[in-house]
């Protein structure tokens, strides 16, 4: 089966689950004493959702490549790389997803040191199909241009960013990421999960509190720790999704305990299409 890689998955650089209710406004979320911040372009909003699959490919292209100016596939081969239909809807989603990346500035703040940026400094993308993002077909640096179709698909990521993405990856199953694609908060416990089982030591197993300090519904960004009973649910759900597409599933939650028990799963060898 075949891999990819996606972002290291500490709360503080996941993306919303759902679309802001202000996109135009900064998006934040902090854990410990690292801040996630997210600026939005005019008109565009912060990347949400689903787009965690354009940051997944823009992860896997940046380990891959030795440059900061990726090379991206066609339209539809990146639908179909996903295992999304063809359509014209999803042509459409996946311009305007890419241009959430393409305008969207970040910050990172840490105890000792604040990173910021732009995501992409610039961007030659052809979408295909009559799809459109803010009206126009085809960008280049923020230009249509007729000759487009002649050329590749690219993003000139900030090389602060491209460092970012390049020492945070953590390898994750397709089949998985295909699976999860329409379930964005399942997506981010696989990303957990997967990342935290290849730390366990092959004969112990690691216990993980659903709650307090340091406890899954925190890591998890769950602001309301009054619905313990909510939450177990929730994770229950995570539990019984990711146990139909991803067969090494290596966690329990202990009976009569707010505790999940993780086992080891090794790291794979990474082989993407």
């Known amino acids: 089966s075949p891999f990819v890689y996606g972002l290291r998955p500490h709360p ?9 209710d202000n996109s135009a406004q900064e998006w934040a979320r902090s854990w410990g004493k690292v ?23 823009l992860v896997s292209l940046a380990v891959k490549q030795p440059t900061r100016k990726l090379q991206l596939p066609s339209g539809f081969q990146i639908l179909r790389f996903f295992g999304l239909p063809p359509s014209g809807r999803n042509y ?20 000792s040191v604040a990173v910021s940026g732009q995501i992409c400094e610039q961007a030659a993308l052809h979408f295909g199909s009559g799809a459109s993002a803010n009206g126009i077909s085809c960008v280049e640096c923020d230009r249509a241009d007729r000759n487009c179709e002649e050329r590749l698909n690219s993003m000139t990521l900030s090389e602060s960013f491209w460092q970012l993405l390049r020492n945070n990856a953590t390898p994750l199953e397709l089949r998985v990421i295909r699976s999860l694609s329409n379930s964005p908060s399942t997506l981010d416990f696989y990303s957990w999960l997967a990342a935290r089982s290849y730390i366990v030591r092959p004969d112990r197993f690691a216990r993980v509190p659903l709650f307090g ?20 649910k929730q994770v229950r759900k995570w539990l019984a999704h990711l146990r139909e597409c991803w067969l090494q599933c290596p966690a329990v939650l202990a009976d009569g305990e707010d505790t999940l028990v993780v086992c080891r799963v090794p790291p794979p060898r990474i082989g993407w299409l």
């Open 12 to 20: 503080a650089f996941w993306l919303p689950v759902r679309r802001p």
């Open 35 to 57: 801040e996630f911040r997210l600026r939005p372009g005019p008109r565009i909003g912060v990347p949400y959702g689903q787009d965690r699959l354009i940051l997944i490919l």
């Open 213 to 232: 300090y340091g406890g899954l519904c925190q890591l998890m960004g769950t602001s309301d720790l009054a619905d313990r009973r909510g939450f177990r």
């Open 92 to 111: 459409s989603r996946l311009a305007e997803r890419l241009a959430r990346f393409r305008y969207t500035e970040f910050t990172v703040v840490t105890e």
